[in-house]
């Protein structure tokens, strides 16, 4: 059996934050929030608004545009950093209950904003395996809960959002996820953390900054280890699968930042029309983001059955991955 991409769907909430609006919280402008990242906006979740209502929303899109039923679903994993809940239950336990399904296997992947990668990677050994058939994966991120709106080397490039997807087993080998990277090194751990809240520390729940719940990241360093590692990444994928980059219908990265796409599109001399971005509409989702990403072109009609996709990501950990399979919905 191979595993087949099925479907795809995502949701975003209503509020956006604007690169304005954040001028008015902190020091930075409008001109350099573009300049430096391609970021103009970004959505915000409400208050009431969970990290599993989003993700559930995205999922509902995804199962019913697959042709799958939902009874027919074995797993659910779920890449996030911003669970509804510190260590238990899983958001994807949570997911699952709201998506009316139980006794499901259903876990969580931290690998920051290389997680839809991640889980990707984990559905594609399931299905492969025979263990599993029909395997939903969704990013889901309510970042605006972990991020300090007093740091405007961190505050500006995040927003809240989900994607999911189904992945599904096929006898038909032209159909089938080609292939999937992964990697971390935990040894740039420190570029990019939430230092405190886990057992490595005490911290005080009421005083979320002072205990470091918050994410902290070295921008720039992390910055520079993205373009080098997703490059190196991305080359070996393709050239390891003997495909041409100008044979990539969609390049699809995560969206970090313009200048870390463009550096990577560049190295691999994608055209443009080639590459997905979303980063000026929603920043960076982390685990949502590639999802998110998928979705804008299904919805915009550009996401053909058969049309080979290149997915890259990179983040905390820091971990790394890329992915090459093309769209096969059901026919
Ligand atoms: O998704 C997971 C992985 N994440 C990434 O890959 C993100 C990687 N990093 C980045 O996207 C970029 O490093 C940032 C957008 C975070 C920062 O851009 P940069 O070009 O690396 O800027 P920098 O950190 O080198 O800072 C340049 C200057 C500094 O001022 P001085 O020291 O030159 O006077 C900063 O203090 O820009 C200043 N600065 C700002 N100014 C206005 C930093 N943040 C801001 C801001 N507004 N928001």
Redesign the pocket.
């Known amino acids: 059996m191979y595993a087949a991409f099925r479907s795809i769907g995502a949701y975003v909430p209503e509020k956006i934050l604007t690169n304005e609006d954040l001028s008015h919280m902190?020091?930075?402008?409008d001109a350099?929030?573009t300049k430096?990242?391609g970021i103009k906006e970004r959505r915000i979740a409400a208050a009431d608004e969970t990290t599993s209502d989003m993700g559930v929303k995205a999922c509902e899109k995804a199962i019913e545009r697959s042709g799958i039923s939902k009874k027919e679903i074995d797993m659910i994993i779920c890449a996030t950093i911003s669970p509804d809940y510190f260590c238990m239950p899983s958001t994807a336990t949570v997911i699952a209950t709201k998506l009316g399904l139980s006794a499901i296997t259903a876990f969580d992947v931290s690998a920051?904003?290389t997680g839809f990668v991640y889980i990707l990677s984990i559905a594609k050994a399931f299905i492969e395996s025979g263990m599993k058939k029909n395997v939903l994966i969704v990013g889901a991120e309510k970042l605006s809960a972990i991020t300090d709106y007093t740091d405007?080397?961190t505050c500006?490039?995040f927003g809240d959002g989900a994607g999911a997807a189904l992945i599904s087993a096929t006898p038909h080998q032209n159909e089938a996820i080609i292939d999937v990277h992964t990697g971390a090194d935990g040894a740039y751990a420190d570029l990019?953390m939430t230092p405190n809240g886990g057992s490595g520390s005490a911290h005080d729940a009421l005083d979320r900054e002072a205990a470091g719940c918050y994410m902290k990241?070295k921008?720039?360093e992390?910055?520079k280890v993205?373009v080098r590692t997703l490059t190196s990444d991305v080359v070996s994928i393709l050239n390891e699968n003997m495909i041409e980059a100008s044979a990539i219908d969609h390049f699809i990265p995560?969206q970090?930042?313009y200048r870390?796409i463009k550096a990577v599109g560049d190295a691999l001399n994608m055209q443009d029309e080639q590459v997905v971005l979303t980063v000026a509409k929603y920043g960076?989702t982390?685990g949502a983001s590639i999802p998110m990403a998928m979705n804008e072109i299904y919805e915009a009609g550009t996401l053909r059955s058969g049309e080979l996709m290149l997915l890259d990501a990179?983040?905390?950990g820091l971990t790394w991955g890329s992915a090459l399979l093309p769209f096969a919905p059901q026919s």
């Open positions: 902190v020091d930075t402008t350099w929030i430096r990242t920051a904003c405007r080397g500006i490039l990019l990241m921008g720039n992390t910055f993205a995560h970090a930042n870390i960076n982390s990179f983040g905390g």
